[in-house]
Structure formats: C-alpha cells, structure tokens
C-alpha cells in the first residue's frame, strides 16, 4: 500500500495529522482518504484537484489517478501550515 | 466596505534580521517534504525551515519589500544545526485561505487589490488557495509559497487577481501608483543581490509588469 500523511500546524503551534491518503499496489480504485475527510483540505483537493507539479504540468489530478495524485501532494501542500508527506510504502501482511 | 476593515499598522521590527541572525533557542523536526523544521528564536518569534536555498523566494520578498506593501513574510537564507536553508517567518494567528468559505470577505479591500498587484508584479501562476495566508484579526493576507512552482511553472491560478477583479476593485490610488513607482525606479538595484538566472528573470519581468501598470492605471484586463 502506498500512501501521504497530511499536517496542518494547528493553533496550539503544533503539527497535527489531517489525514491519510492512501492507494493499494496494483489497485484500480483510486486514492482513499482517511481521517478528517471534511477537513476544507481534503474537500477542497476532490472539487479543485492539484496541479501536475512533479512534471510542470497544468492539467489536474484528483485522487482517481491514483499514484501521480499521491506523488503530487507534497507539492501542493508545501508551506508549513499544511504539509505533505512523501509517498511511503506499507506492507500489508 | 472600503472602511469596514482598518489594517492596524505595523510596530517597526527588525523580523528579517532575527531570521538571518537571531538566536535559535529550539528546533523541532516537522512532518512533511518540503519544510523540515520549526525554528524558535530567543525573542520569541518562530520560523519555518527547508532544507534548500530558493532565491525565488527571496525576490519575491524583496519586491514586496521595495513596494512597501508588506504582503511577504520575511524570508533569509541561513544554515540550522549546519544544514544551509531558507527560514521564512511563521505569522502566528494566520491559516491558509482555503480554510474559509469566503476568505474575501475576512479583508480589507485595499489589502486584496495590493495582493492583486502584487501577484500580477510577480507573474505568480499558483496562487490557489493553499498558498496564502488570511489573517482574520488583522483583515491581512499573506503570499506564501513564492517558489519556482509559483513564478515560473506554466500553471494558471490566479485566485486573488480574479476575485480583486470581479469585485470591481482594479482602479489604483495615487498611493499605490506611488508605490509601483518607487519599484519600478528601485529595482535595476535588486539585480545585484543574485547571479541565479531565474531570479534575475523574475526581477525583470517584474520590472516590465510594474511599468505597464504604471502606464494603465488599473488592473482590469491586465489578464485575459
């Protein structure tokens, strides 16, 4: 399973984690969201999408493309307010 | 409207130069791929800190600054715990845009139509929502993330030019054409601060911008 943790710094000067984003390997149903799936963060990035950063693009990606969308997070979440984890890989026993 | 929101002054305080050379007291490692840290100086400011120099983002605050404006948080390139960086000043009280369902209406419109200005300055192309600030009990913004993706990526997201325009705010005060003015006479002297070519693009190209808002007098129709 691949996934990206997101953070938003919090009143408290405290990071604090949102949600989780997250795609099975091999998987064809797209980007899951655990968490605070009503965080403006998160219902925001369903109803915009994010820009193709990694390849400079201006076309959108939503969570149905799957790894470009997981791989592009930490670029449109990139200031410390809200921040986006690298893609990791979990194996599921 | 335009007085409903007074933007209280600011005290003159050296911010940049705590960034550059202030006392580092605590560093705390943060989650994320782009900032790394969050850095808290002795008099009690805090910054955040990325592992890479951006000049980027430097001249975005030196043409804010150069305009007076005050719409970039201080920015200084420094070394933590001997890692070189950028530090760019966390505004305590302030959340990203997109926390709010009409940010637009949390400031003063003077405030949005110097925001304009200033990304139409800057040629910024990501300005969506998560990349600036709202500061609901100043009624400030703030224009963050002044990056490579933001001043030279071949997007188009202008959210607070649009929304400038299409609340009829365009026409520009003596004030402000006095201001750009002053950019646009200052600026040849920011050339000198960087040998990146990318950077000094971007102080160009903002240099030419400037001077076609000079000549209109406004902003509408500056972007089709």
């Known amino acids: ?93 | 409207m335009e007085n409903a929101f007074e933007v209280p002054p600011s005290p003159q305080v050296d911010f940049r130069g705590t960034l550059e050379k202030g006392d580092i007291i605590e560093t705390t490692p943060l989650n994320g791929g782009a900032v790394t840290a969050l850095v808290v100086f002795k008099d009690g400011m805090r910054a955040f800190f990325s592992p890479m120099v951006n000049s980027l983002e430097l001249a975005a605050f030196w043409i804010d600054d150069l305009l007076g404006f005050g719409l970039v948080p201080p920015v200084a390139e420094r070394s933590v715990n001997d890692q070189p960086g950028l530090l760019r000043q966390l505004v305590g009280g302030a959340k990203p845009a997109l926390y709010y369902k009409t940010w637009e209406e949390m400031v003063q419109p003077q405030e949005l139509l110097k925001a304009a200005v200033l990304d139409y300055i800057l040629d910024s192309r990501d300005r969506r929502r998560e990349n600036f600030l709202i500061d609901e009990s100043s009624h400030k913004l703030w224009l963050i993330n002044n990056d490579y993706y933001m001043l030279l990526a071949s997007f188009n997201s202008r959210d607070i030019f649009n929304t400038a325009v299409n609340r009829g705010l365009t026409d520009l005060s003596l004030d402000m054409l006095a201001a750009i003015d002053k950019f646009y006479s200052g600026s040849p002297s920011l050339l000198n601060r960087t040998e990146e070519k990318e950077t000094l693009d971007v102080l160009n190209r903002a240099r030419e911008r400037a001077s076609i808002i000079l000549d209109k007098k406004t902003v509408a129709n500056l972007w089709h």
């Open chain 1, 1 to 93: 399973m691949y996934f990206v943790d997101l953070f938003e710094f919090d009143s408290r000067a405290k990071q604090k984690k949102i949600a989780t984003f997250k795609m099975e390997e091999g998987g064809s149903n797209g980007v899951e969201v655990e968490g605070d799936s009503y965080h403006p963060a998160v219902e925001n990035l369903r109803g915009e999408g994010i820009f193709d950063y990694k390849n400079a693009a201006p076309s959108k990606l939503y969570p149905d493309d799957g790894l470009s969308f997981l791989e592009n997070l930490k670029y449109n979440f990139r200031s410390g307010y809200l921040s986006a984890s690298e893609v990791q890989k979990k194996t599921v026993d």
